[in-house]
C-alpha cells in the first residue's frame, strides 16, 4: 500500500488532488481554534463535562463546538437538513420525482438543501448561545443587541464557510467534503483523549486490549459496512428500434447496512433530548417537577449504564429499520423491474418480486441492525471492562465515519490508479 501511495503521488494530478485535500483541511484545524469573542474557557470546559448531547454535536463540528469557535456549529445544520431533504423525499411526491431526474434532480436538492441550511444554522446558533449565556460562558445580552446578533451570523458564516470547504474538497478533492471535515475533527481529537490514559499509571498497558478490542471493531465495520446481499436480474431478449438486445443478467446489489450512521444519530438525540430538558427543571420550586426532572436525568443519562445501555440498543435497531424504509422501496424497484423487462428467477414480476425484496430486506437489515446497535453500545461496554478509559470514547458514530471515509478514499484512489494502468491499493 505505501508503494502506491508513492507511486499516486507521483502522478500530476493525483498529488494536487491529495494536496488540494491536506490543504483545505489545515484550514479547517485553524478555523477550529478561532474562538468567539468574550468566551470563559473555564466554564465553557465545565458546561461541556456535564452535557452529554453537546458532546455529540461537537462530534460533528470537528472539537471546533468545545472551544466555542466561529465554526462551532461546525457541519450540524447542514446533516440535520440533508436528513430531513431525504426524509421529505419519501413524503413529498414532487421531491421524490425530483431526486429521479438524475444529475439535474440532485443538483436542486443539494440547492435546496443549502437554502435550508442557512435557517437552520441561525436556529441552533440561537439555541447555543442562550445555552452559553445561561451557564454563564458568555455575558447575558438581549436578542437583538449587537452582541447577541454578531454571536449568530458568527456561528451561521462559519457553517456555511465549512460547507462550502466541504464541496471543493468534492469538487477539487478526493471523497466527500462534508465527510472528511468530520474525519479531521475526529482524528484530531484522538491525541487529545489518548493523552490522559497513556500518561497515567501503567497507561501503556491499559491501552493494549484497548488498541486489540478497536482492530477487531475496525475489521468488523469494514466487513458488516462493505457486505450486501446480491440478488440475481434477468433481463429478457427485447427489440430497439432494429436493434436487438440479447438477455442478460445483472444483480441488484442489497447493503447490510443502507441507513448508514444515521440511526446511531436519531438514536442518541432521542435519547439525550429528554434528559437535557429535565436538567432546566432540576432546580424547579415545584415539588412533583423537581422529582420527575430528577428521575429523568437519573435514569436516561450514562450514570444508569443499564436503563441508558438497553434504550439505547433498542432505539438504533428501531431507527435503523425506519430509515430503511426511506432509503429502499420494494414497490418501486419491482415496478422499475417490470417496466424495464427485468424479472428475478423464480419469482413472479410485480406484487411477488416486491413481497421477496421486502422479506430480503427485513433480514438483511436486522443484521446491520443488531450490528449498529452493538457498536453504539461498545463506549459502555469498554468503560466498564477496561477502567479508566472513560476520556477515550470509542463511539460508534466515530468509527463508523473514520472508517467509511478511509474505504471510500481508498477506492476513489483505486479508480484514478487503474485509469493510468498502475497497480491500486485494494487487491
Known amino acids: 500500500m505505501i508503494d502506491s501511495l508513492v507511486t499516486a503521488f507521483r502522478a500530476p494530478d493525483i498529488r494536487r488532488k491529495i494536496l488540494f485535500t491536506i490543504g483545505i483541511l489545515l484550514i479547517f484545524r485553524v478555523l477550529t481554534n478561532v474562538p468567539v469573542p468574550n468566551v470563559n474557557q473555564t466554564q465553557l470546559a465545565n458546561l461541556f463535562n456535564s452535557n452529554q448531547l453537546l458532546g455529540l454535536l461537537d462530534l460533528f463540528s470537528g472539537g471546533g463546538l468545545a472551544t466555542a469557535s466561529i465554526i462551532g456549529m461546525g457541519v450540524n445544520p447542514y446533516i440535520n437538513a440533508s436528513i ?9 411526491p414532487s421531491l421524490g420525482e ?8 440532485r443538483n436542486r436538492i443539494n440547492q435546496y438543501t443549502r437554502l435550508l441550511t442557512v435557517p437552520m444554522a441561525f436556529a441552533q446558533g440561537y439555541g447555543f448561545s442562550v445555552l452559553l449565556s445561561a451557564n454563564g460562558v458568555i455575558p447575558a445580552s438581549p436578542l437583538f443587541s449587537f ?13 456555511i464557510l465549512l460547507m462550502w470547504l466541504g464541496e471543493l474538497i468534492s469538487e477539487r478533492g478526493l471523497g466527500n467534503g462534508i465527510s472528511f471535515i468530520i474525519f479531521a475533527g475526529i482524528v484530531g481529537r484522538i491525541p487529545h483523549q489518548a493523552a490522559p490514559i497513556i ?6 498497558v491499559r491501552m493494549i486490549p484497548f488498541v486489540i478490542i478497536a482492530i477487531v471493531v475496525i475489521a468488523g465495520v469494514v466487513f458488516i459496512n462493505e457486505g450486501q446481499r446480491r440478488i440475481p436480474v434477468q ?3 427485447r427489440v430497439r428500434g432494429r436493434r436487438m438486445y440479447q438477455g442478460q443478467t445483472q444483480y441488484l446489489p442489497l447493503k447490510v447496512t443502507m441507513a448508514g450512521v444515521i440511526p446511531i444519530i436519531f438514536a442518541i438525540s432521542i435519547l439525550l433530548f429528554p434528559a437535557q430538558i429535565a436538567q432546566y427543571f432540576t432546580a424547579s420550586s415545584i415539588a412533583w417537577v423537581q422529582s420527575v426532572a430528577n428521575f429523568v436525568v437519573a435514569n436516561l443519562s450514562q450514570n444508569n449504564v443499564l ?4 434504550l439505547y440498543f433498542l432505539l438504533v435497531v428501531f431507527f435503523t429499520y425506519f430509515y430503511t424504509a426511506f432509503q429502499f422501496r420494494p414497490d418501486q424497484t419491482a415496478d422499475f423491474l417490470r417496466k424495464n423487462g427485468g424479472f428475478i428467477p423464480g419469482i413472479r414480476p410485480g406484487k411477488p418480486t416486491e413481497e421477496f425484496l421486502a422479506r430480503v430486506t427485513n433480514r438483511i437489515t436486522l443484521g446491520g441492525a443488531l450490528f449498529l446497535a452493538s457498536l453504539a453500545v461498545l463506549p459502555l461496554i469498554i468503560s466498564a ?3 479508566g478509559t472513560a476520556s477515550l470514547r470509542l463511539g460508534g458514530t466515530s468509527i463508523l465515519i473514520v472508517v467509511s471515509v478511509v474505504v471510500e478514499t481508498m477506492k476513489q484512489l483505486e479508480a484514478q490508479m487503474l485509469m493510468r494502468h498502475y497497480e491500486g491499493f485494494i487487491r
Open 84 to 92: 430531513i431533504m431525504q426524509l421529505m423525499q419519501g413524503v413529498i
Open 147 to 159: 452582541e447577541t446578533l454578531s454571536l449568530l451570523l458568527s456561528f451561521t458564516a462559519g457553517t
Open 307 to 310: 436503563v441508558y445501555g438497553i
Open 235 to 237: 433481463y429478457a431478449s
Open 98 to 105: 425530483l431526486a429521479r431526474e438524475g444529475e439535474y434532480g
Open 199 to 204: 500518561t497515567g499509571p501503567d497507561g501503556l
Open 385 to 387: 471492562a477496561i477502567p
